[in-house]
């Protein structure tokens, strides 16, 4: 098996380039429409990532993380106007003031739709949605549709998008990092017990209601932080379009396509299908064709690759690379399919002595 994973000094290396990578983009390619892309790019890897964190874990596929996405637009938007700032970096420190809204409303809207069947979830977080949308159309505070328009940013016009880039970047490796540490620790092992057969984890002990309430709390706190920094890039938000219907489909589509329930996948995901429907709809002079070109291009990957890009190419190279006839069996923390029954059988005895969370 040492011939298919890579070394813990590769892995880091591998990573230490993706940052450095991260962190040099904007500054060789300073072109204000690659800049902007790749701004967008970011923002959806991370929420990406903290949505694969609840829905790819536990198998329970939310659509309605637009709601935090939103809330976190609207705090931030709704407290800098109140408070007449004039723009600059003061107002990112509003970002985590927009996570926290949108954590706090997690924990009622979870509570709630959480002690459902997965099936029945999905339902209630799409009507959820709705009625946070409805709500922020009709409520005196949020302006209606007549928007909230914020305080210019004030940044340099050569390097504007730079500081929301960065800002989006830090929000990425935070949650990169939260979830690279849940899939290692007990905790992750518990989400994996619960998408593998909640029942059996129920059974064994696991807090399976706690379990997922903290799941999806922490996976809207990044989800909320990133929606108030797309609300300051753009300078002026509506309720159609910070609580978009489209947002938790392109979401889950990016993880899909990368690898659910992995830790590369939804960030290349949503790296490829963002960037791709970005330049798309620059260069197509058909209005909403790019739809169609990112419909099929998802069909291909369900058809050709159901378990998602990533873990169908590594699949493949250790199919290659084991002797014939070998058990190739995937022990990756990044694999899709990794960790349920490894969980199961890890947690057993821990959770037979009362230590679940």
């Known amino acids: 098996m040492s011939l298919v994973n890579p070394t813990k000094s590769t892995k ?62 609207y705090t931030l938007s709704l407290i800098s106007t109140g408070l007449n700032m004039s723009g600059g970096f003061p107002v990112f420190a509003l970002v985590p003031v927009a996570g926290i809204a949108a954590g706090a409303l997690a924990i009622p809207i979870g509570f709630v739709a959480l002690r459902t069947k997965r099936h029945t979830f999905v339902v ?24 909230v328009t914020l305080a210019p940013g004030g940044f340099a016009a050569s390097d504007y998008n730079n500081p929301f880039y960065y800002a989006s970047a830090v929000i990425l490796i935070l949650t990169v990092f939260l979830v690279w540490h849940i899939k290692r620790s007990r905790f992750g092992l518990q989400l994996f017990a619960i998408r593998d057969e909640e029942s059996r984890a129920r059974s064994l002990g696991v807090k399976v209601d706690r379990v997922k309430l903290v ?57 490829v299908l963002e960037a791709l429907q970005r330049y798309l709809v620059l260069s197509l ?51 899709a399919t990794s960790g349920i029954p490894q969980a199961s059988a890890a947690n057993k005895e821990p959770v037979k002595e009362g230590k679940a969370l």
């Not at 709705?130 to 928007?147: D, P, R, Y």
């Not at 396509?257 to 996948?265: D, E, P, V």
């Open 12 to 73: 880091r290396i591998g990573l230490l380039l993706a940052v450095i990578v991260l962190v040099a983009f904007p500054l060789i390619f300073n072109n204000p429409t690659v800049t902007t892309i790749a701004t967008y790019c970011v923002m959806y890897m991370a929420i990406a990532t903290a949505w694969n964190s609840f829905s790819g874990f536990t198998g329970y596929v939310s659509l309605g993380h637009a709601i935090f996405f939103g809330t976190g637009a």
């Open 124 to 147: 209630i977080t799409i009507a959820a949605f709705f009625i946070f949308q409805l709500l922020a159309e009709n409520l005196g505070f949020t302006k209606g549709s007549e928007g």
């Open 215 to 271: 799941s999806f709390v922490l996976s809207a706190i990044p989800v909320g932080m990133i929606g108030a920094i797309w609300a300051y890039f753009i300078g002026q938000i509506y309720p159609q379009f910070a609580f978009a219907a489209s947002f938790d489909v392109t979401v889950a589509l990016m993880c899909f396509f990368g690898g659910l329930g992995t830790l590369a996948g939804p960030v290349f995901g949503a790296l």
């Open 285 to 335: 002079t058909i209005q909403n064709l790019y739809l169609i070109i990112y419909g099929l291009l998802f069909l291909a990957v369900i058809v050709l690759l159901p378990e998602g890009v990533l873990p169908s190419i590594k699949k493949q190279i250790s199919k290659r690379l084991l002797p014939t006839g070998a058990d190739v069996s995937f022990n990756s923390p990044d694999s």
